[in-house]
C-alpha cells in the first residue's frame, strides 16, 4: 500500500517508502534509491562509487488538508566511467529546486482558477514559489511566439498602468494570440517585432490598425506588401468625437433659452445608434426634437447614420461610389466639422476601402483587452512587466473572470 501510494499518489517512481512521520503541520514520508537505480548525472552510467548522502526535503502533492514532504538522502557518486562527482539526479523534481514536479503541475492547475495569493494561501507555501512556477511555464511554452504563420494581423495601443502608460500589442487575427507586446506607444515599440519578423519570413496580407501616422510609416517601411486596412469602429468613434463638437458649439453659440435646454443632455442620444435608443426613457423624442430645432445638427448626424452604410456595399466598386457621394454632402453642409471629416476620409480612402478585400478589423483586439483589464483586476496590477508580458502571450489559451 505504501508503495503504490508513492507511486500512483505522489507520482515517484524508482524509490521505495522507508517510513513516515506525522505531526500537527505536515506530514513527512521518508524514502530512498532504489538497490541499483543510483547513476551518474553527467554520462548516466550505473558504475559509480557512493560517497556519501545529503538530506533534503521536496515538497509534494498534499494528502488530505495536510502538507506532505519527502525526505529523501541524495546519493552522492564518483563515476568509473567519466570521472565526474556529483549527486545522482532526482528524477521526480526539477534541478536544485525543493518540489516535486507533480506539486508543481499541482500549483499550475490551481492558479488557472484562483489568484496567486490564494494559490499560497491553499497550499502553504510563499507567494513568490507560486509566481516562479507560472513564470517559468509561460516562459517555457510562450515566450517566443511563432510568427511564421502570420497572415492578418492588428496592432493596437493598450493602457497598462495610470499616468499614460502604454504597452503597443501586435494580435494574430486569425488564432487570436498575442505575438507582440512591445513597451510604449507609437512606432518605435515595434522595433522588436520588426527585428523577429525578419528571421520568421511570414507572408503577411493585412494590416489592421487605427489612423496612428507612426503606425502606418511603419508597417509601409517593414511590410511593403502588406495592405493596411483602417478600423471602422475608430473612424465611426473619430465622427462621434466631431458631432459632440458640433453639438457643444451650438449649445454655447444658442441664444434661445428653449434651443439651450433642448440641447443640454443629448449628447449619448446624438452617439448612440437609433435602435439602441430607449423608449421608456422618451429618448427618440428628446432626440427628434433636437435634430428639428438645430438643422446642422440634423445634417451632421443623419450623415452619421449614413457613413455605417459604407462597410455594407455589395462590392468594392459600390463602396467606392458610396464614399465619393458622402464626401460631396459633407462638403457641400457647409460644417466646419463634417468638411474635416470628409477630407480626412479622403486621405485615408485606400485603407478604409481595404477592408472590401480583407475584412479585418482590430475588434477582436478590442476584445482582448478587455481580457486584460480583467487579468489586471485579479492580480491588483502587475509590478514584473516580464512576467505581465508572459500573462499576455498565454491569454488566448486562458480563462479569465474575476474571482469572488
Known amino acids: ?45 550505473r558504475d559509480v562509487i557512493c560517497r556519501g548522502q545529503e538530506l533534503r526535503e521536496f515538497r509534494t502533492l498534499p494528502l488530505g488538508s495536510k502538507p506532505t514532504i519527502l525526505l529523501l538522502g541524495v546519493q552522492r557518486v564518483q563515476c568509473r566511467q567519466c570521472g565526474c562527482l556529483r549527486q545522482t539526479p532526482v528524477d521526480f523534481a526539477p534541478p536544485r ?25 491553499h497550499l502553504g507555501v510563499p507567494w513568490d514559489l507560486v509566481k516562479s512556477l507560472q513564470k517559468d511555464y509561460l516562459r517555457k511554452h510562450f515566450a517566443k511566439p511563432k510568427l511564421r504563420h502570420l497572415r492578418r494581423i492588428a496592432v493596437d495601443e493598450i493602457a497598462v498602468a495610470k499616468g499614460h502608460v502604454y504597452n503597443t500589442v501586435v494580435l494574430d487575427l486569425d488564432s487570436g494570440a498575442i505575438v507582440y507586446v512591445g513597451q510604449g506607444r507609437g512606432a518605435d515599440a515595434l522595433d522588436g517585432f520588426w527585428k523577429r519578423l ?17 503606425y502606418q510609416l511603419a ?16 473612424l465611426l468613434k473619430l465622427y462621434n468625437d466631431k458631432l459632440s463638437v458640433l453639438r457643444r458649439e451650438m449649445q454655447r453659440e444658442a441664444t434661445d433659452l428653449r434651443h439651450k435646454q433642448v440641447l443640454k443632455g443629448t449628447r449619448w442620444l446624438l452617439l448612440r445608434n437609433p435602435e439602441n435608443l430607449d423608449a421608456d426613457k422618451d429618448e ?29 456595399q455589395d462590392s468594392k466598386a459600390q463602396a467606392e461610389q458610396f464614399l465619393n457621394g458622402w464626401v460631396r454632402r ?11 471629416f470628409a477630407k480626412l476620409l479622403q486621405q485615408h480612402r485606400r485603407g478604409i476601402l481595404a477592408w472590401y478585400d480583407y475584412p479585418i478589423s482590430t475588434g477582436p483586439l478590442e476584445g482582448t483587452n478587455n481580457k486584460i483589464k480583467t487579468l489586471k483586476r485579479m492580480a491588483y496590477g502587475y509590478r514584473d512587466h516580464e512576467f505581465f508580458r508572459l500573462k499576455l502571450f498565454a491569454l488566448h489559451v ?6 469572488g
Not at 398 to 403: D, E, R
Open 1 to 45: 500500500m505504501s508503495q503504490g501510494l508513492l507511486y500512483h499518489g505522489l507520482g515517484v517512481q524508482g524509490y521505495q517508502w522507508e517510513g513516515e512521520e506525522f505531526s500537527a503541520t505536515c506530514w513527512r514520508i521518508r524514502i530512498a534509491h532504489e538497490p541499483g537505480s543510483v547513476r551518474c548525472s553527467q554520462c548516466a552510467s
Open 97 to 121: 529546486c525543493g518540489y516535486t514536479h507533480s506539486f508543481a503541475r499541482y500549483a499550475l492547475e490551481l492558479s488557472r482558477l484562483m489568484t496567486l495569493k490564494d494559490v499560497a494561501r
Open 198 to 214: 525578419r528571421g520568421a519570413h511570414p507572408k503577411i496580407q493585412a494590416v489592421a490598425m487605427d489612423l496612428s501616422a507612426a
Open 219 to 234: 508597417v509601409r517601411e517593414h511590410l511593403p506588401k502588406a495592405a493596411i486596412v483602417f478600423d471602422h469602429f475608430h
Open 284 to 312: 427618440p423624442r428628446r432626440l427628434q426634437e433636437a435634430l428639428r430645432l438645430n438643422a446642422p445638427l440634423a445634417t451632421a448626424y443623419y450623415l452619421k447614420e449614413d457613413l455605417r452604410q459604407l462597410w455594407g
Open 330 to 340: 459633407a462638403y457641400a453642409a457647409g460644417i466646419t466639422v463634417l468638411q474635416q
Open 398 to 403: 486562458s480563462k479569465y473572470a474575476l474571482i
